[in-house]
């Protein structure tokens, strides 16, 4: 296969969120086969580590740290008179300007070669605007929500602003790819998020570890205070069961005081954020789910390819796209602890549905496989890359 020049744009290349994840079993996979592959990271968290292989360039944009801040029209502050913040949208402007020669030189490097430019988060389309028309850059941009979750936040502006303009627009479903289409959007595509992990394991001893697991960022939109409500009210129906919840944020502080309201100390673990998922899955029975909002969430995905069953809300089309209902998993209402408890009990009291869920959910993780989706990726570089041969 020919080398190929791969650069992944980032809002934050060493954030351990599924964006970073995806992107680094790509890039680390895509370096392994020979390709020559960079990282244009907008900024950077200070002294964390990163998913990605030190074979893999990283450069950051903004190293003094600067954070941009959301655009703002002149001329109504200036009819009412708020020149601070003309002041400082006049300054966004310039070091937009700045950085966007600083991105134009760092393409330079790559001359008339071919590089397929893949975009994690919208909001890094803003500096790479200027090359949009440059013949051998094909910008692939990326969203790793649901229409619905990118509707009803700001970066749905930057999506009809800059992504239709793109060489393709990935989406993690068909339903959302169609909702887009509506838009008049002509460049969308579906491509799922490959797994990081893919262990058969043995359903009696994932069952026999009595434990629920939820794995991400504490943050309000995750419902890991739906999980703990749920877990509070069957808590009586299974003795030796447990509840362990893994990752780092806001939130941290509100799940602690629920779990002291419910008295829930000896049952329900805030873990902290783990160095080694694999090993988190291995001392699993069922990962849980309870987000508000999700797009194709690598949770899901990761614990399916390790034979765990999950139970999830219903909250985004991508969901159904990981879970086949009553076959790997349950879904839930969002919002209703009530129902999401029953599913917890349904599944840890009858270890031959259990058993069958394990079986299935290993079975259907196949189609996530990094080394399948590795090549679609390479069928896409070909499909963009026809026009500039």
């Keep these: 296969m020919q080398k190929k020049n791969i650069v992944f744009v980032l809002n934050e290349y060493n954030g ?23 990282i244009l990271s907008i900024n950077e968290q200070q002294n964390q580590p990163s998913y990605f292989n030190d074979q893999v360039e990283v450069n950051v944009l903004h190293e003094d740290g600067y954070r941009a801040p959301m ?43 071919m590089v397929y430019v893949i975009v994690i988060q919208v909001w890094g389309m803003q500096w790479l605007e200027n090359l949009m028309y440059r013949k051998n850059i094909k910008i692939i941009g990326q969203s790793h929500e649901s229409f619905a979750a990118a509707y ?94 893994y990752g780092d944020g806001p939130d941290h502080k509100n799940l602690k005081l629920l779990i002291d309201i419910y008295n829930l100390h000896d049952r329900v673990f805030l873990k902290g954020r783990t160095e080694n998922a694999l090993e988190v899955y291995e001392r699993a029975s069922i990962l849980l789910l309870g987000s508000k909002a999700e797009g194709l969430p690598m949770t899901l995905i990761e614990a399916q390819s390790c034979s765990l069953p999950c139970i999830s809300t219903d909250c985004a089309p991508g969901i159904k796209e990981i879970i086949n209902e009553y076959e790997t998993g349950l879904l839930a209402t969002v919002g209703d602890a ?9 599944l840890a009291k009858d270890f031959n549905k259990y058993e069958a869920y394990s079986k299935n959910a290993y079975i259907e993780s196949q189609k996530f496989e990094r080394n399948y989706i590795k090549q679609q990726w390479y069928a896409l570089f070909d499909e963009v890359g026809v026009e500039h041969e």
């Design 152 to 245: 009803n936040s700001h970066r749905f502006k930057r999506i009809l602003k800059y992504y239709k303009q793109t060489a393709k627009f990935l989406l993690l479903t068909e339903k959302d790819a169609a909702k887009f289409e509506s838009l008049g959007f002509t460049n969308v595509g579906v491509l799922h998020n490959p797994t990081t992990y893919r262990k058969n394991q043995d359903a009696k001893k994932l069952w026999e570890n009595k434990t629920f697991i939820s794995v991400g960022r504490l943050i309000e939109d995750k419902g890991n205070d739906l999980l703990i409500e749920a877990f509070n009210k069957v808590k009586d129906q299974l003795p030796g069961w447990k509840l362990e919840i």
């Design 16 to 38: 351990h969120g599924g964006a970073q994840r995806v992107a680094s079993i790509l890039a680390n996979d895509f370096v392994a086969d020979g390709h020559n592959v960079k």
């Design 338 to 346: 009530d129902q999401f408890s029953r599913h917890m009990v349904r």
């Design 71 to 113: 655009e703002k029209a002149l001329f109504p502050h200036l009819k009412s008179f708020k020149f601070k913040v003309v002041s400082k949208e006049l300054k966004r402007r310039r070091q937009l300007i700045k950085s966007r020669l600083k991105v134009e030189k760092f393409f330079d490097q790559f001359g008339d070669e």
